[in-house]
T-cell receptor
């Protein structure tokens, strides 16, 4: 039973570019959350998707957007990349019936040059 | 606003010694509390969680934590540290508002010396 999988593992972009990160939730999970973890900090909540809609959002600008597909997988899109967007992006999945237990993927390391 | 404070940025302990990592939270209602561990280049692994009931919770890898409401604390302990325990440890509080999100502390880096 595969856990949460994220792709790519690493990514290098330049300022102003756009990036798309992908997440496949743990089998049977229907809710996906995204977190940003800057170097030396704890993860910060970006947003959560359920039933293909954004259910709640953290304090991130509109440059950060997402999508959830019918198979529950999700994408995180970031436009107009800034140096400060360099971070580890973590995806977490959960069951809507048991939301308090989240399973995390290994993350995508995004570096902005 | 909800917040989590981990007062120690890093801690060094000798292998075989006991460990306690501190965590204080700020949350108006009954908190859902977690400890996660993160090895370099890895995601987060759940060590243990507290939702209700017995305030002393047991987790994986020999870790335990105690919820103290009066002190707003949820400290993580291990009686004997192994070299493989060297990692970053995050305390977190869960919040339900139209969904569920986790608020993390800044983390404590554990170094283990031989």
């Amino acid at each position: 039973d595969a856990g949460v999988t994220q792709s790519p593992t690493h990514l290098i972009k330049t300022r102003g570019q756009q990036v798309t990160l992908r997440c496949s939730p743990k089998s049977g999970h229907d809710t996906v959350s995204w977190y940003q973890q800057a170097l030396g900090q704890g993860p910060q909540f970006i947003f959560q998707y359920y039933e293909e809609e954004e259910r709640q959002r953290g304090n991130f600008p509109d440059r950060f957007s997402g999508h959830q597909f019918p198979n529950y997988s999700s994408e995180l899109n970031v436009n107009a990349l800034l140096l400060g967007d360099s971070a580890l992006y973590l995806c977490a999945s959960s069951l809507s019936s048991a939301p308090r237990v989240q399973h995390f993927g290994d993350g995508t390391r995004l570096s902005i040059l | 606003a909800q917040s989590v404070t981990q007062p120690d940025i890093h801690i060094t302990v000798s292998e075989g010694a006991s460990l306690e990592l501190r965590c204080n939270y700020s949350y108006g209602a009954t908190p859902y509390l977690f400890w996660y561990v993160q090895s370099p280049g890895q995601g987060l692994q759940l060590l243990l969680k507290y939702f209700s009931g017995d305030t002393l919770v047991q987790g994986i890898k020999g870790f335990e934590a105690e919820f103290k409401r009066s002190q707003s604390s949820f400290n993580l302990r291990k009686p004997s540290v192994h070299w493989s325990d060297a990692a970053e440890y995050f305390c977190a509080v869960g919040k339900i508002t139209g969904g569920f999100k986790t608020i993390f502390g800044a983390g404590t880096r554990l170094f283990v010396k031989a």
